[in-house]
């Protein structure tokens, strides 16, 4: 059986009913994952309010916060929430900040004139505001005249932030600034050597990857369970993702020419699809999730797919069993 050495985590899907919310993070806890993501997408819900609702109804699991868009929120007052989770709950909450999908940015009326100035300033200010030290900035976006958190806010054990990216200008800044990078799916172990090369990190680097993921005992049952998650892809914003495995132009061509999403994924030709998910036998992922892990990935997250999500937990949750 193979053995997998690093953090498995599992997405907090954004659409769960909020009925099964806090059900759905218990028994993550109790399956044994290491982490719980919880994403905050626009016209969905809000990251910080779901991270601090399991970490309050879950006992041992990290919680992460995937991401917070760096234009919708002051930092200081960022700072200040996330400073309040880690205290209530030491060692087991991440917070991962980005520029937030471009289209929903600019939606909201929040989008940049320079995303990468704002992303740097940002996590820079972030740090050493967790740290309980003072920032003094005049940047182009952040702004603060001396600024801390009041020693009884600063938490014992500063929380990690990650920078959630895809270019590699932006790879390079989280390199630089931040405690880790956040991957969106999909994320492959040729993808992982591209984006290693693009963040160089100056220190210690956690790089956590999101993918789609399916456990079933019939291979084909679960590479069709993976197909409607897919149907986002093809657009230029996963180009970085799909480029190292050989086929993205074929991949924009069949998302131009299909009737609908739902035609192009169906369309994806099985080789593609897994490549661009984690589905399969139990034994299966394993495997591809010991490929991550090699490649330089510390913490997998596995998105389950629906519409029962807690039976698609239970069901990934046997990955977890050779650990």
Known sequence: MTQVNGAIGVLLPRDIPSTDMVAFAREADAHGFDELWAVEDL???????????????TRRIRVGIGLLPAAARNVAFTAMEVATLAQLHPGRIDIAVGHGMPDWMRRAGAWPRSPLTLLREYIDALRTLLAGDPVDANGRYVRLDGLRLHPSAVPEQAPDVFAGVRSARSLAVSGETADGTLLAEPVTPPYVHQV???????????????????????PRTALASARPALESLGDADWKPHI???GFHDELTE???????????AQALPDTWVEQLALAGTAEHVRTRLGDLFTSGVTSAVLIPTGPDYRASLAALATVLRAR
């Open 196 to 218: 290693l090369r693009s963040i160089n990190p100056r220190r210690p680097h956690r790089l956590t990857a999101y993918n789609i993921a399916v456990v079933d005992e019939d």
């Open 243 to 245: 480029a190292p495995l």
């Open 43 to 57: 016209e969905y819900r809000g990251g910080l309010a779901q991270a601090a609702t399991v970490l309050a109804h």
């Open 254 to 264: 069949l998302r131009r020419t299909s009737t609908d999403a739902h035609a192009f």
